[in-house]
């Protein structure tokens, strides 16, 4: 049985051909490339990449299958999958359903055997832009491009309203490391497209959580008397989603203290007084090296956004704690004098070191001090 050919478009017209490894069909978004070696799995389902396709830069993919467990949403959010090379067999004990299965059941394009190598140079010269995959052995490849040139791109779209939670919920499980004590504290969660392995490592602070969605009133969250309040991560721009920054801005008046990551780091610093901007390519992987500014102390991060915090739009109050070691950009903020601090990348990692995990210290002991 001959393999299904695919097309992957850019919007500049450049044309790769494959062989499709995914659902039937065709897809567009925006085109990202992520340098992890691993955890293909947790990427697919990362709601962060809402409305892009993503490309796997290590050449390899597919020789752990799939499982229920390594899983950071309930579904495929990515709106495609770009790879090298798909793996012919899997070798692990927790498989249970190939790549390329997994990919059709849950109606996802994805195009294998292209050169990654430059399609990643081409998004590095040229930018993060607009491409479609097409499958089918009768292809057009201009109906691709213009299929490519018909997504706009993520600049003013607010996906956090559409890949959060509908109604609120507890989360009591934790990761497979156990606790790390018990704990009083109650943490209000704002889902704007949360990661399960965030949730999980909360639940190891001993924390006990309540996950609202996107658009909850401050006195929804104060109804819950929690001790904090934590900022999801999340796809899309984050000027668009003023509700969640009127949200914050009430929360700031108030002095709850906050710990945001990713979407929820922009998301804290424009309701602090900050601006955001769309990056070139962004950063997509789990190789990231980031330094704390303050000890000097270089971290390697996962890393997972296409928008950064202006440095100079910031108000005096507000520090820069984290910068990235790639292209300078913020990677932390913290308030002067009040329990407010966030952070870019991805300290539950999921997949990716877990060098930055202490910032989850940093907000139990926000909480302590304003306890």
Same mark, same amino acid.
């Given at each position: 049985?001959?393999?299904?050919?695919?097309?992957?478009?850019?919007?500049?017209?450049?044309? !790769?051909?494959?062989?499709?490894?995914?659902?039937?069909?065709?897809?567009?978004?925006?085109?990202?490339?992520?340098?992890?070696?691993?955890?293909?799995?947790?990427?697919?389902?990362?709601?962060?990449?809402?409305?892009? &396709?993503?490309?796997?830069?290590?050449?390899?993919?597919?020789?752990?299958?799939?499982?229920?467990?390594?899983? /950071?949403?309930?579904?495929?959010?990515?709106?495609?999958?770009?790879?090298?090379?798909?793996?012919?067999?899997?070798?692990?004990?927790?498989?249970?359903?190939?790549?390329?299965?997994?990919? &059709?059941?849950?109606?996802?394009?994805? &195009?294998?055997?292209?050169?990654?190598?430059?399609?990643?140079?081409?998004?590095?010269?040229?930018?993060?832009?607009?491409?479609?995959?097409?499958?089918?052995?009768?292809?057009?490849?201009?109906?691709?491009?213009?299929?490519?040139?018909?997504?706009?791109?993520?600049?003013?779209?607010?996906?956090?309203?559409?890949?959060?939670?509908?109604?609120?919920?507890?989360?009591? /499980?934790?990761?497979?490391?156990?606790?790390?004590?018990?704990?009083?504290?109650?943490?209000?969660?704002?889902?704007?497209?949360?990661?399960?392995?965030?949730?999980?490592?909360?639940?190891?602070?001993?924390?006990?959580?309540?996950?609202?969605?996107?658009?909850?009133?401050?006195?929804?969250?104060?109804?819950?008397?929690?001790?904090?309040?934590?900022?999801?991560?999340?796809?899309?721009?984050?000027?668009?989603?003023?509700?969640?920054?009127?949200?914050?801005? /009430?929360?700031?008046?108030?002095?709850?203290?906050?710990?945001?990551?990713?979407?929820?780091?922009?998301?804290?610093?424009?309701?602090?007084?900050?601006?955001?901007?769309?990056?070139?390519?962004?950063?997509?992987?789990?190789?990231?090296?980031?330094?704390?500014?303050?000890?000097?102390?270089?971290?390697?991060?996962?890393?997972?956004?296409?928008?950064?915090?202006?440095?100079?739009?910031?108000?005096?109050?507000?520090?820069?704690?984290?910068?990235?070691?790639?292209?300078?950009?913020?990677?932390? &903020?913290?308030?002067?004098?009040?329990? !407010? !601090?966030?952070?870019?990348?991805?300290?539950?990692?999921?997949?990716?070191?877990?060098?930055?995990?202490?910032?989850?210290?940093?907000?139990?002991?926000?909480?302590?001090?304003?306890?």
């Amino acid at each position: 049985m001959s393999k299904e050919k695919a097309i992957l478009a850019l919007e500049d017209g450049t044309i !790769f051909e494959g062989i499709s490894i995914g659902a039937s069909g065709q897809v567009n978004g925006e085109i990202v490339f992520n340098t992890s070696m691993t955890g293909y799995q947790e990427i697919l389902t990362d709601p962060s990449y809402a409305k892009q &396709i993503v490309t796997l830069t290590y050449p390899h993919i597919g020789n752990t299958g799939t499982n229920s467990e390594d899983t /950071e949403s309930d579904k495929i959010w990515c709106s495609g999958l770009v790879i090298r090379s798909l793996s012919q067999a899997e070798s692990s004990w927790r498989n249970t359903e190939t790549l390329s299965n997994y990919l &059709i059941r849950n109606n996802i394009q994805g &195009i294998s055997d292209i050169d990654t190598r430059k399609l990643t140079r081409i998004i590095r010269e040229k930018g993060a832009q607009s491409a479609s995959i097409f499958t089918g052995n009768s292809v057009d490849s201009n109906n691709a491009v213009d299929l490519a040139k018909d997504f706009a791109g993520l600049a003013g779209l607010d996906l956090a309203k559409e890949v959060t939670t509908e109604s609120s919920y507890d989360w009591k /499980e934790g990761t497979w490391r156990g606790s790390n004590g018990e704990s009083d504290f109650r943490v209000a969660v704002l889902d704007f497209g949360i990661k399960k392995n965030i949730l999980r490592i909360l639940v190891d602070q001993g924390y006990e959580l309540k996950i609202f969605p996107a658009k909850t009133s401050c006195q929804e969250i104060l109804d819950f008397k929690p001790n904090g309040v934590f900022l999801s991560n999340g796809p899309g721009d984050p000027e668009p989603c003023i509700y969640a920054i009127d949200t914050i801005k /009430e929360l700031i008046q108030i002095s709850m203290p906050i710990f945001g990551i990713c979407l929820g780091h922009q998301l804290l610093a424009i309701a602090l007084g900050g601006k955001t901007s769309k990056m070139k390519f962004g950063h997509h992987g789990a190789n990231h090296p980031v330094q704390d500014l303050k000890t000097s102390k270089v971290s390697v991060s996962s890393q997972n956004h296409g928008f950064t915090v202006e440095e100079n739009s910031l108000p005096k109050n507000v520090e820069i704690t984290h910068k990235s070691l790639f292209d300078g950009t913020i990677q932390g &903020i913290q308030h002067s004098s009040k329990p !407010f !601090f966030s952070f870019q990348g991805h300290p539950e990692a999921s997949p990716g070191p877990h060098d930055l995990a202490y910032l989850f210290s940093t907000f139990d002991k926000n909480m302590t001090k304003n306890a």
